[in-house]
């Protein structure tokens, strides 16, 4: 091989390599895994317990919730809206299956299906009222939120004299519904974990390998532009509002099912995490950028910080000031990532 020939292959490998680089440093969720690492690494180095078995438990179980909720949320941020009724749905959910179940009498399987339906309602009302009235979807769902705090607290005090309602362990068929939601198939870690990660793969091959994922990047983008080339951009944005309050259903199912019992508090001021779990995770406030694993490890991020201060025996306090500074830097990574993935495809 002469010296030239020798040199342009090296020249490739060497551009091979940059070009893996830049591929990695383009997508949305590298920021967020640098971030995992970094955050991983202290917090084992500050508590010893960090990564036991039981240290991790305690950091996915949160995680898994959260993540759930951060995924479905980062995917209609991409989509270029909001939902602030997020957190308040997956309560109300939960209060509504338990109403139904061990205050009324309601089968479970019933009565889980009649509270999805509502989850169903309530999203094709947040997406209807954001396309009729053309109200930023942040006004439109933080309306939508009080109306269902309302309403929920309430009826539940209403009904139960109370804003919490039990019972639901002494429910006939609870044990079936108990095992697919919130048992410990392995050891301390709860079945939400493997609910997590499916709904994490699920909404990234929708996301990378669907139309539908190409119209959520194309309405959340440029939605008059995305409508001049036949997206459907209503029935897009429609299907994301569902997206966010089945999920929540979830949540709640999830919640209820682990506690035996369900408040009117829960989820409540939670949709503001939700959003910086995807922040974090790389999905821009502006819409059309971003992805559903970085969603997850944001959600991640946010579990391991919260049980890293714990472990480490500070003030639980100082996790506004951590979770502040990570939404900062977050923030900054992402619009350099943004930058960095444009220059790329240029």
Same mark, same amino acid.
């Given at each position: 091989?002469?010296?030239?020939?020798?040199?342009?292959?090296?020249?490739?490998?060497?551009?091979?390599?940059?070009?893996?680089?830049?591929?990695?440093?383009?997508?949305?969720?590298?920021?967020?895994?640098?971030?995992?690492? @970094?955050?991983?690494?202290?917090?084992?180095?500050? @508590?010893?317990?960090?990564?036991?078995?039981?240290?991790?438990?305690?950091? *996915?179980?949160?995680?898994?919730?959260?993540? +759930?909720?951060?995924?479905?949320?980062?995917? *209609?941020?991409?989509?270029?809206?909001?939902?602030?009724?997020?957190?308040?749905?997956?309560?109300?959910?939960?209060?509504?299956?338990?109403?139904?179940?061990?205050?009324?009498?309601?089968?479970?399987?019933?009565?889980?299906?009649?509270?999805?339906?509502?989850?169903?309602? +309530?999203?094709?009302?947040?997406?209807?009222?954001?396309?009729?009235?053309?109200?930023?979807?942040?006004?439109?769902?933080?309306?939508?939120?009080?109306?269902?705090?309302?309403?929920?607290? #309430?009826?539940?005090?209403?009904?139960?004299?109370?804003?919490?309602?039990? /019972?639901?362990?002494?429910?006939? $068929?609870?044990?079936?519904?108990?095992?697919?939601?919130?048992?410990?198939?392995? $050891?301390?870690?709860?079945?939400?974990?493997?609910?997590?990660?499916?709904?994490?793969?699920?909404?990234?091959?929708?996301?990378?390998?669907?139309?539908? /994922?190409?119209?959520?990047? /194309?309405?959340?983008?440029?939605?008059?532009?995305?409508?001049?080339? /036949?997206?459907?951009?209503?029935?897009?944005?429609?299907?994301?509002?569902?997206?966010?309050?089945?999920?929540?259903?979830?949540?709640?199912?999830?919640?209820?099912?682990?506690?035996?019992?369900?408040?009117?508090?829960?989820?409540?001021?939670?949709?503001?995490?939700?959003?910086?779990?995807?922040? +974090?995770? $790389?999905?821009?406030?502006?819409?059309?950028?971003?992805?559903?694993?970085?969603?997850?490890? $944001? @959600?991640?991020?946010?579990?391991?910080?919260?049980? #890293?201060?714990?472990?480490?025996?500070?003030?639980?306090?100082?996790?506004?000031?951590? *979770?502040?500074?990570? *939404?900062?830097?977050?923030?900054?990574?992402?619009?350099?990532?943004?930058?960095?993935?444009?220059?790329?495809?240029?």
């Amino acid at each position: 091989m002469t010296e030239e020939s020798a040199a342009t292959v090296a020249g490739d490998e060497r551009e091979a390599r940059r070009s893996v680089f830049k591929r990695a440093l383009s997508r949305p969720e590298f920021g967020s895994l640098v971030g995992a690492i @970094a955050v991983l690494t202290f917090f084992s180095w500050r @508590a010893d317990t960090f990564l036991t078995a039981r240290g991790l438990a305690n950091v *996915l179980d949160p995680s898994a919730t959260l993540g +759930i909720m951060a995924v479905a949320v980062g995917l *209609l941020m991409i989509g270029g809206e909001f939902d602030l009724s997020a957190g308040v749905m997956v309560g109300a959910t939960a209060t509504m299956f338990a109403l139904l179940t061990a205050d009324a009498g309601l089968n479970i399987w019933l009565a889980m299906a009649i509270s999805l339906a509502f989850a169903v309602l +309530i999203g094709l009302f947040n997406g209807f009222m954001v396309l009729k009235t053309r109200l930023p979807s942040f006004i439109v769902t933080l309306g939508t939120l009080f109306m269902i705090l309302g309403a929920n607290v #309430g009826l539940t005090r209403l009904i139960t004299d109370t804003v919490i309602v039990s /019972g639901v362990g002494n429910v006939p $068929g609870f044990d079936f519904p108990f095992k697919i939601f919130a048992a410990n198939p392995v $050891g301390q870690f709860r079945i939400t974990v493997v609910w997590w990660i499916v709904m994490t793969a699920l909404a990234t091959w929708v996301l990378l390998r669907t139309s539908f /994922g190409n119209w959520i990047f /194309g309405v959340g983008g440029d939605a008059q532009a995305a409508r001049s080339v /036949g997206v459907p951009v209503a029935f897009t944005k429609l299907m994301l509002f569902v997206y966010v309050s089945v999920s929540a259903w979830l949540v709640g199912m999830m919640n209820t099912f682990r506690l035996a019992s369900a408040s009117v508090s829960t989820g409540i001021g939670q949709e503001f995490e939700f959003i910086i779990a995807a922040v +974090i995770g $790389g999905c821009l406030l502006t819409g059309g950028y971003g992805s559903a694993i970085g969603a997850a490890i $944001g @959600a991640l991020i946010f579990g391991m910080v919260r049980q #890293g201060i714990v472990l480490s025996g500070w003030d639980s306090d100082w996790f506004f000031l951590f *979770l502040g500074v990570m *939404l900062l830097i977050a923030a900054l990574i992402n619009q350099i990532v943004r930058k960095k993935a444009e220059e790329a495809r240029s």
